[in-house]
């Protein structure tokens, strides 16, 4: 694809976010009906209103009201800020955001610093804004040693916690990735400007906002399901009641991702949340060992071990159970991945599961049978 086919790819998206009605939810299902933006904006009124949640007031909106000169500008700005454009379907999208349910995927996502690679350990660290001291600690040291294992620490750059994890990160020279709640011109909080400057050069930072997008309380939680899909597992050190951090361990929990909370004294206002996780079933943390022990791909201890005593398989058996190392997937993800339709996948799988090497769980999710584990 030449630079003037991507730069047009990305005016048509903006142009169609840009409409008043069209969140991710409509954006794929236009998408999923007509294939692309170009014949969306070909579509009658008539052909619109067939799509699942497309009214006469939103098929209207897109028939007439597309703004293709304003969403050149956007294109042109995010050109001049020199972002880097991961669009959902393209190479350069994070694979690990496949993790997220599938209408909640970025349609686009920007980017400034280093690349995440599709085999990157990743691992999110959340809690409190007004953290203690030893709450700060406890995430500088436990990134401090993730880093040091060449684990990538994903958090929100929020003051606290997220703030003492990036920088245990960057102080021990590892990968960290910032998840923005704004657009990656506008810093926030602006006391973390000098963090900003150094995640950039040293680390990662993502915002699936367009340029002038101010950080709007309601960007944050939304913000977390990208947290969530990045990394294997959460860890929660401080938690107030109501706090942002347990969204992030929630949509993790529906990402089928491993959460794990830091104990706190039972009188504590930020240990409530964290306790309350425990209690919940999250898994007690105090060291790194106990990430490992959860996660021990991680550590790269059973890199070898899944394919051990296997049955014959196909070589498109073999790069689709690749993708069980660590837990179940969802078809749709899978297929993906592997880049075969659902029905091509559906025929593999059920090889597979007639082999005895996979198993089918509820929501379309599959994984390797229990010996294969």
Do not use: C
Request: aromatic content about 8%; glycine content about 8%; proline content about 5%.
């Amino acid at each position: 694809m030449t630079n003037n086919e991507r730069s047009e790819k990305l005016t048509n998206i903006i142009a169609l976010m840009r409409l008043s009605g069209i969140g991710r939810g409509r954006f794929y299902n236009l998408i999923n009906t007509f294939g692309s933006p170009e014949s969306i904006f070909k579509a009658s009124i008539k052909q619109l209103e067939e799509v699942p949640r497309i009214s006469h007031s939103v098929a209207s909106e897109i028939h007439n009201n597309v703004d293709f000169e304003k969403a050149k500008q956007v294109t042109q700005q995010i050109e001049n800020l020199g972002w880097n454009v991961h669009i959902y379907n393209d190479a350069s999208f994070p694979k690990q955001l496949f993790a997220i349910s599938p209408k909640e995927i970025p349609p686009l996502l920007f980017s400034i610093g280093k690349e995440v690679a599709f085999d990157d350990k990743l691992i999110g660290i959340v809690g409190a804004r007004h953290a203690t001291e030893q709450g700060r600690q406890f995430a500088y040291n436990l990134a401090t040693s993730l880093a040091r294992a060449g684990i990538v620490v994903v958090s929100g750059m929020a003051e606290g916690i997220d703030s003492a994890a990036h920088k245990g990160t960057l102080d021990s020279g590892g990968h960290t990735v910032a998840v923005w709640g704004s657009s990656l011109e506008n810093v926030y909080p602006p006391s973390n400007k000098q963090l900003a400057e150094v995640i950039k050069n040293k680390g990662t930072v993502f915002s699936e906002y367009l340029p002038g997008t101010s950080p709007m309380k309601n960007n944050f939680p939304q913000r977390n399901r990208i947290i969530a899909g990045f990394s294997d597992g959460i860890v929660v050190v401080e938690a107030g009641q109501r706090s942002g951090a347990l969204i992030t361990a929630e949509i993790g929990l529906s990402y089928q991702k491993q959460i794990f909370a830091v104990p706190g004294l039972p009188g504590s206002k930020m240990s409530i949340g964290t306790n309350q996780l425990i209690k919940s079933g999250a898994r007690l943390i105090t060291t790194i060992d106990d990430i490992y022990e959860e996660l021990p791909l991680l550590k790269g201890e059973i890199a070898a071990k899944q394919f051990v005593a296997l049955p014959e398989m196909t070589d498109i058996e073999k790069k689709i159970i690749q993708l069980f190392s660590d837990g179940p997937k969802q078809v749709d993800n899978i297929s993906r991945d592997v880049s075969l339709s659902v029905p091509e996948l559906m025929e593999f799988l059920l090889a597979l599961e007639l082999k005895g090497i996979v198993k089918e769980l509820s929501g379309k999710r599959f994984m390797l049978a229990e010996e294969y584990t």
